[in-house]
C-alpha cells in the first residue's frame, strides 16, 4: 500500500483565495482525521471521520474551515477565503478500527500551506 | 480529554537508554496509552502502545505504572536517528489529542 497520501505537498496562495487540500486514506482503514500544525498551536485535531461520517469537528476554528469524506477513498479540507494565519502543515491520517485497542494512525506526509 | 505531561526535552547519548516520561493522572480505565514519534519534516509515526501491562516491541518498550497514572517509553539503545518529538497520547477511540511533546536530541 503507497500509505497515506496527500495532494499537494506544498501550496502557496494569496489572502482570500479558496485552499482545497486533498487526502487518499489507506485502503480498509474507517477513520480518517485532519490535523493542523503551527510552531505556536503545536498538532491539533481539527475533524475526524468514521465510516465517511463526520464525527467530531470541534477543533475547527471557525466558519472558513470545512471537510468533506464523499467516500471512503477520499477526502477534502477547503478553506474560503484564505488568511495568513491559516499557514500550516495540514496533516491526513488514517487509522482502522482493532479490537485490541490499537489505533495506530497512519500519517500522510502532509501539506504545506503558504498563504501570504 | 485527560491530558498528558512530558518534560519538553530530554538529551541523551547515542548507543545509551533513554527513558521518555509521561503524566497522565486523570487517565481513565478505558484509555490506551499511545507513543508516537515525529521526525524532522515529517509526519508523527506510531511507536507503540498499550493498556495496563509493559509491552514491547522492535521499536521500544513501554512500561506502564501500576495505577496507570504513569507510563515510561524506553528506547533501550538510542541512534542519531532516534531523535525526534515523542508525544504521549491516551484514546479508546477514534480521537486522540497530541500535546507538546518531549524533543529528544541524541549526541554522537
Known amino acids: 500500500d503507497a500509505g497515506v497520501i496527500q495532494s499537494p505537498r506544498h501550496e502557496v496562495t494569496e489572502m482570500g483565495q479558496e485552499v482545497t487540500l486533498r487526502c487518499k486514506p489507506i485502503s480498509g482503514h474507517d477513520y480518517l482525521f485532519w490535523y493542523r500544525q503551527t510552531m505556536m498551536r503545536g498538532l491539533e485535531l481539527l475533524i475526524y471521520f468514521n465510516n465517511n461520517v463526520p464525527i467530531d469537528d470541534s477543533g475547527m476554528p471557525e466558519d472558513r474551515f470545512s471537510a468533506k469524506m464523499p467516500n471512503a477513498s477520499f477526502s477534502t479540507l477547503k478553506i474560503q477565503p484564505s488568511e495568513p494565519r491559516d499557514s500550516a502543515v495540514y496533516f491526513c491520517?488514517?487509522?482502522?478500527?482493532?479490537?485490541?485497542?490499537?489505533?495506530?494512525?497512519?500519517f500522510g506526509p502532509g501539506t504545506r500551506l503558504t498563504v501570504l | 480529554d485527560a491530558k498528558t505531561t512530558q518534560p519538553n526535552s530530554m538529551e541523551s547519548n547515542e548507543e545509551e537508554p533513554v527513558h521518555l516520561p509521561c503524566n497522565h493522572s486523570t487517565i481513565s480505565g478505558t484509555d490506551y496509552i499511545h507513543w508516537y514519534r515525529q521526525l524532522p519534516s515529517q509526519g508523527p509515526e506510531y511507536v507503540i502502545h498499550?493498556?495496563?501491562s509493559n509491552v514491547n516491541n522492535r521499536m521500544a518498550s513501554l512500561a506502564i505504572a501500576e495505577d496507570r497514572k504513569s507510563s515510561t517509553l524506553i528506547l533501550h539503545r538510542a541512534t542519531l536517528r532516534d531523535a525526534a518529538v515523542y508525544y504521549c497520547?491516551?484514546?479508546?477511540?477514534?480521537?486522540?489529542?497530541f500535546g507538546d511533546g518531549t524533543t529528544l536530541t541524541v549526541k554522537p
Open positions: 498499550g493498556l495496563t
Open positions: 491520517a488514517s487509522s482502522h478500527t482493532s479490537g485490541s485497542g490499537k489505533r495506530e494512525q497512519f
Open positions: 497520547i491516551l484514546g479508546n477511540a477514534g480521537k486522540s489529542t
